[in-house]
C-alpha cells in the first residue's frame, strides 16, 4: 500500500501548495521581490521583469512540513529515518544557498542591474554541501542499502563502490546536476515539469526496492512542484529562482544516489543534460575559434540550448512542451532500465 499511500500525499503536497501559492505570491509581490532579465532575449522575455522569484520556497516548505510529519513517529521510536533526513538536509541546504543567491541579486538590481553571489563563491558552497552529503551516505552503516554500490542495467547483481570513488562522485553528480537544473530554469514551466518527472521515475525506483520514506519523499516533491507550475505556466505569475533550481537539482542526484541507480541520472535528467552540455560546447567553441581561427564562432545561437531554439523561431511554449515529452520519455526509459 506504500505507493497508493505516496500518490495520495504527492496529490495533498499539490492541493496545499496551490491554496497557500496566491497569498505567497501576492507577498513577494508586495516585498518587490522581481526577477530582473539580463539576457539576448530580453526584449522577448522585458514583460517577466519584475515577476516575483525565489518561488522556489513554495516546493521546498511544504515538503519539508510533510515530510517531518510522515516520519516523526519512525524518527522518535529509533533513529530509523535518517535515510529521509539527508535528502531533506540537502533540500533545504542547497535552497538556503539558492535564496542567498536571489536575494543578493535583488538587491543589486536595485542599483545597476548585478548578479547575486559570485560563481566561486556559489561553487564552493555547493562543494562544501555536497560532500557532507556523500560522507554522511558512505560512512552511515544502516539506512542506505542501495547506495555504495553501482547497478548497471542487464548486470544482476550490485557492484560495490569504494568509499573513495564513491565520495569523490556523489560530489561531482550533486553539484552537477544541481547547476543542470539551473541552466533548464528559463523558460515558463520548464524546470518544474523535468523535476516533477524525474523525481516520479526516482519514486517509482525507490517503491520497487521497497524504500518507502524515499518513495513518499519522491512524490511529495512532485505534488510540490505541480503546485508551483500551478503558478508558473506561461504567462508565469512566480519564478522558482535559485531557490527552487539549485535544491531540486542537488536533491535529485541525491535520490539518485540513495537508490543506487545514478548511472541512470543522465537518461531520467537528459534534457538537463543536454543544456549543460550545450553550455560547455558554446564555451568551448567560442574560446577554440577565437585562439586558433581569430574570430569568434559558436555552435549554438545561445546556450543554454531552449536559448537556441527560442531565438530559431520556436515559441517559449512549444520549447517547454516538447523539452517536457523528451523529459517524460525518458524518465520512462530510466525506469525500464532499473527493471532489467
Same mark, same amino acid.
Given at each position: ?61 511544504? !515538503? ?14 529509533? !533513529? ?37 553571489? =559570485? ?85 517509482? %525506483? ?13 512524490? %511529495? ?23 527552487? =533550481? ?31 552540455? =550545450? ?50 520519455? =525518458? ?10
Amino acid at each position: 500500500m506504500s505507493l497508493p499511500f505516496a500518490l495520495t500525499v504527492g496529490a495533498v503536497a499539490f492541493l496545499l501548495g496551490v491554496i497557500w501559492g496566491a497569498p505567497f505570491v501576492e507577498i513577494l509581490r508586495r516585498l518587490k521581490i522581481g526577477k530582473q532579465i539580463r539576457d539576448v532575449l530580453q526584449k522577448r522575455h522585458e514583460a517577466k521583469i519584475g515577476t516575483p522569484t525565489m518561488g522556489g520556497v513554495l516546493i521546498i516548505l511544504p !515538503v519539508v512540513i510533510m515530510t517531518l510529519g510522515l516520519n516523526l513517529a519512525s524518527l522518535v521510536r529509533r !533513529v530509523s529515518g535518517p535515510s529521509i533526513l539527508v535528502p531533506m538536509f540537502v533540500l533545504v541546504g542547497f535552497g538556503l544557498l539558492g535564496a542567498i543567491d536571489d536575494w543578493e541579486g535583488i538587491q543589486r538590481s536595485r542599483g545597476p542591474i548585478g548578479e547575486g553571489l =559570485s560563481g566561486r563563491i556559489k561553487f564552493a558552497a555547493q562543494v562544501v554541501l555536497a560532500t557532507i552529503t556523500a560522507v554522511t551516505i558512505s560512512l552511515y552503516d544502516g539506512g542506505f542499502s542501495f547506495a555504495n554500490e553501482l547497478r548497471v542495467p542487464l548486470i544482476d547483481f550490485p557492484i560495490p563502490v569504494s568509499p573513495f570513488v564513491f565520495i569523490p562522485l556523489c560530489v561531482f553528480l550533486i553539484v552537477a546536476t544541481s547547476n543542470a537544473v539551473n541552466f533548464t530554469d528559463g523558460l515558463d514551466g520548464l524546470a518544474g515539469i523535468i523535476s516533477a518527472s524525474a523525481f516520479a521515475a526516482y519514486g517509482v %525506483i525507490a517503491f520497487l526496492q521497497q524504500q518507502v520514506p524515499l518513495t513518499q519523499f519522491c512524490f %511529495i516533491l512532485v505534488g510540490a512542484c505541480f503546485a508551483f507550475l500551478w503558478y508558473n505556466a506561461h504567462p508565469a505569475q512566480l519564478f522558482m529562482g535559485d531557490t527552487g =533550481s539549485l535544491a531540486l537539482g542537488a536533491t535529485l542526484a541525491t535520490v539518485a544516489i540513495m537508490t543506487g541507480q545514478w548511472l541512470l541520472l543522465p537518461v531520467i535528467a537528459i534534457v538537463p543534460v543536454a543544456e549543460t552540455l =550545450s553550455v560547455i560546447l558554446q564555451v568551448a567553441s567560442a574560446k577554440y575559434t577565437r585562439r586558433y581561427w581569430g574570430v569568434d564562432r559558436r555552435i549554438f545561437r545561445q546556450a543554454p540550448l531552449h536559448g537556441h531554439f527560442e531565438l530559431g523561431g520556436w515559441s517559449e511554449t512549444q520549447i517547454v512542451q516538447r523539452f517536457w515529452l523528451v523529459g517524460l520519455l =525518458s524518465a520512462m526509459l530510466g525506469v525500464a532500465l532499473a527493471l532489467i
